[in-house]
Every structure is written in C-alpha cells, then in structure tokens.
C-alpha cells in the first residue's frame, strides 16, 4: 500500500520536502539509547520473539513487519467499528443496568472479538519483531526508529479507541460516559509524547512498562469477552463499581502518577549530571507546546459544541484528535532523532483552529452541518498526515540511499548474524547506544 502511495505522490508532484538538510544531516551522526527494566519485556516478551524471528524469512524488510503490524492495529479498531460504531453494543440490557426505557444494545458476535484478538495480537508481536529482524538481517537504519515510532503515535488511537468497545458508552451507568473517554484519550496521548520529550532532553529513551502489560491485558480480556460476552464488563465488583470504572483512574495512576513523575526525575538527573542536552527551560519545555493548543482547541470544541459533537459521532472524533497528535508527535521525534530544535507550533493546528472557531461562530449550525465539518476536516487531516508521512519516507531514502521495504543483498551478506538469532541485550539497566544507524533495542532499525 504504501510503496504504491510514495510513487504516486512523485508523479503527481505534490512531493515536499519537509525535512531539509540541516535536519537530514542530523541523523548521520544519530546515536540510539534506551533503557527498559520491564519484567515482562524482558522473561516473556523477548524470549518469545526471539523465537518468532526465526520463522521470518530473511528478504523480509523490517519495515514491512512494521507497516503489516500497523494494519493489523487498524484493523481490528475497523473490525468493532463495522459492528459497533457508536460504542452502544456494550449496553446492558434493562435488567442489569435497572433502567427499563434503555434497550439492551446488539452484542458484537463472539468470532468479531476472536478476531481483533488475533489483530492485535499480530500487531504487538509484528512490532516486537521488527527490529530483530533489522539487526538479523544487517538492515538497521534511522528510517526504522522513524518509520516504526512514527506508526506508534498514530495507533495510540486506534488500540484505545478498540478497547473502549468493550465497555461502551455510559448510557447504562455501567461505564465511562464519553467526556471522559475523550479524557482518557488525551491522557494517553499525553504519556506517548512524554517518553519521547523525555529523550529529547536526556538522549534515551526510557520504554514505559506499561505498553507491554496493556498490549497482553487487551489481548486476554477480547478473548474473554468472545467467551463471556461483553456482559461481562458489566458486573459489579467489590465496592459497587465495574471494571472500566476502576481501569479509568487506574489509567491516570499509571500515566499522570507515575510515567510522568518519572521522566522528570529522569531529566533533571540528566541535566545534574550533564548527560542530557541542558537546553535551557524554555527550549526543553518547546516539544509539549503544539500538543497542549491542540488539546485546548479540541476541549473547546466538545466543550463549547452547540450540537453535543462529542455525543454525534465519539469515533470519528477520536480519529481527529489521534490523527492530529500523531502528526506532532512524529516532528518531535524527528527532532530528537535528528538533534534539532522541536517546533514550536505544528502548521496541522492551523486548520483545526479555523474549522473550531467557524463552527462556534457561524449562526446556524445544525447537526448535519457540523458533522459534516468532522468528516471534512478529519479527512484532510489524514490525508495531510499521509502525505507528511510518506514524504519523509521519501527523503529519508534519498538521504540514506535505501528503500523503504527492500533489503539490500550486499549489505545483508555483509552485517547478518551467521546463527540468525538476535543475542544482544536488549533490555538493560544501562544505556545502550548505536553507531551508525545500528541498533539495541526491539524497535529500532
């Protein structure tokens, strides 16, 4: 899809370059560290791709391991959509939520749950895989970091907005009612831009325990719910609440309580130890700029709707607010990576802004008007974030002289392991680095 996509964007001319030399540059002389102490990545997770990896062939490309576990997150976001768009097939019926006007919503069949199991399922395990393809191969580049961090902000929509199926709407007073959600999301979105804010100070990138554990978490409660039915989410449990009620504040806790108390600490011993990048406040604190006027213009928006736009179509908003946190994500990572200053202000909040003010100043704004003003602008916004996307592809490319799904036979014979098997370290206390592009760690490549 996407090699038919990057050479039909050159023959249309509507190829930009986005990166320039100055940033291109920067990545000739990138140096990759990171540090991850989960337990479960490193006695589960790794152990089992380790053997995974050896059942891929080897012309295989690392970024075509990405990109196929990317479409598989979007798939099964798109497979409850097909089946529970609105987020009400998780209403209980009359007898369990005690409200005897609100119908019982149509459950989503069993084998649509086995189903986005298995998507997801692939997804975690295609992206565990994909760097130690790269090292297996002899193929690890910058483009790989890029290309495979780059996919991670934007599926923080589509792995969250699946989970919320699940629980659905709060219409039975059973679970998160939507604002909330749309909370939740941010929140987040909030902790991905945190862990790569906190290598653009300090250089490393620490891996958040929790991506693992809520990959694995979602995996076992789809195939329950096959089993068991979304009623099961349903249940009251000790201290009268349901499981999306007590996984709400747990979200916070892990995210707000202690990501984020952590990636302070972690930078403010960079700076006391001088092992970071010492920018001074105002210059460390750039990255989160865009993300907070984003968040702003959004809240004003569901806050401010005179037609409940949160409550008309919650999907569709979401993919706005993902799609759009992606596209300034990807600049900051692109900016860590490159050793350049973040952007202070991403051109992508330019038409959200216009299109959030129309909406609260135009008289007469009806439901249909301001839904189709969410699919408009949620559709240039993909398309605007594809063509992003797909152009650094291309820069990147031409600056690295590689292609993006192909691997090349003479560097391949030159770097490849002869046993196949990827035996560095990966997980580590200590910080570990990459020198031209070669990378430690089962992301990058």
């Not at 998780?90 to 939520?97: H, K, R």
């Not at 961090?149 to 709060?170: E, K, P, Q, V």
């Not at 958040?208 to 979304?230: E, Q």
Request: hydrophobic share 45%; net charge neutral.
């Amino acid at each position: 899809l996407l090699q038919e996509i990057i050479p039909t964007i050159s023959k249309m001319k509507l190829y930009y370059e986005y990166l320039g030399p100055t940033i291109l540059s920067g990545f000739d002389t990138y140096k990759y560290s990171s540090k991850d102490t989960s337990p479960l990545s490193e006695y589960v997770m790794h152990p089992f791709w380790n053997q995974v990896v050896k059942i891929c062939p080897r012309w295989v490309a690392p970024n075509l391991l990405t990109f196929v576990g990317f479409l598989c997150c979007i798939g099964h976001f798109g497979l409850l959509a097909l089946y529970d768009y609105d987020f009400r097939s998780a209403t209980a019926p009359p007898g369990q939520s005690g409200l005897p006007d609100l119908p019982a919503g149509v459950a989503v069949p069993s084998w649509v749950w086995v189903g986005v199991a298995v998507l997801l399922f692939l997804s975690h395990t295609l992206d565990g895989i994909d760097g130690k393809q790269a090292r297996r191969t002899g193929s690890s580049n910058p483009l790989g970091e890029l290309f495979d961090h780059g996919l991670d902000s934007w599926a923080t929509i589509f792995i969250t907005g699946a989970l919320y199926s699940m629980f659905g709407r709060n219409d039975d007073g059973l679970s998160v009612p939507l604002f909330r959600m749309f909370c939740v999301f941010w929140n987040i979105y909030l902790c991905f831009l945190v862990s790569h804010w906190e290598k653009y100070n300090t250089g490393v990138l620490y891996l958040p325990w929790g991506y693992d554990f809520s990959m694995v978490c979602s995996f076992v409660m789809y195939l329950a719910t096959a089993a068991g039915g979304m009623g099961l989410w349903k249940v009251s449990l000790p201290g009268g609440f349901t499981s999306a009620q007590i996984l709400e504040p747990a979200c916070y806790l892990g995210n707000v309580g202690l990501t984020l108390p952590i990636a302070i600490y972690n930078i403010r011993k960079a700076y006391k130890e001088g092992t970071g990048k010492n920018r001074t406040f105002l210059e460390a604190m750039r990255p989160l700029v865009s993300t907070l006027i984003a968040m702003v213009i959004c809240f004003t928006w569901v806050l401010r709707s005179p037609n409940s736009i949160l409550d008309l179509d919650p999907r569709c908003l979401f993919l706005l607010t993902g799609t759009v946190f992606a596209n300034i994500c990807c600049k900051l990572i692109i900016a860590q990576m490159s050793n350049t200053r973040s952007e202070l202000f991403s051109v992508i909040l330019i038409p959200l802004a216009l299109t959030v003010v129309s909406v609260l100043v135009m008289p007469g704004m009806t439901a249909g008007r301001e839904l189709a003003v969410l699919y408009a602008l949620t559709g240039f916004v993909i398309l605007a974030h594809i063509h992003y996307g797909s152009c650094v592809v291309m820069e990147m490319c031409d600056h690295l002289h590689v292609r993006p799904f192909h691997i090349k036979h003479s560097q391949a014979r030159e770097k490849v392991s002869p046993a196949g098997d990827d035996t560095m370290r990966l997980l580590s206390a200590d910080e570990s680095h990459v020198s031209n592009g070669v990378a430690t760690e089962k992301k990058e490549k």
